[in-house]
């Protein structure tokens, strides 16, 4: 099992900033991807970005230019830096991990809200 808590939502203004975190506990596999997904109201979840363990990244096309995944292995953590935020980037953020073991395993943190509001 591996545990996931996030931290760094909150309420902020168009063109603002906030940095989302979320540290991992319990049997972490070594070779992992560690990412965050979001979920705005009425639609399906989506990939915002991921960073495998040895620092390889994925980035939605919204994503791309205005947030930056990084993380740090000795902890386990990973962070969303969001610049310039946009009312469209309102939604739920969930940490995502999943180990690549030959069987993998894949756990959600409990999500974190965004709300990008004047």
């Known amino acids: 099992q591996v545990q996931l808590v996030e931290s760094g939502g909150g309420l902020v203004q168009p063109g603002g900033s906030l940095i989302l975190s979320c540290v991992a506990s319990g049997s972490i596999f070594k070779i992992n991807v560690m990412g965050w997904y979001r979920q705005a109201p009425g639609k399906q979840r989506e990939l915002v970005a991921n960073i495998r363990s040895d620092g390889n990244t994925v980035y939605a096309e919204f994503a791309k230019g205005r947030f930056t995944i990084s993380r740090d292995n000795a902890v386990q953590k990973v962070y969303l830096q969001m610049n310039s935020l946009k009312p469209e980037d309102t939604a739920v953020y969930y940490c995502?991990?999943?180990?690549?073991?030959?069987?993998?395993?894949?756990?959600w943190g409990q999500g974190t809200q965004v709300t990008v509001s004047s």
């Open positions: 995502n991990y999943r180990s690549l073991s030959v069987i993998q395993y894949t756990y």
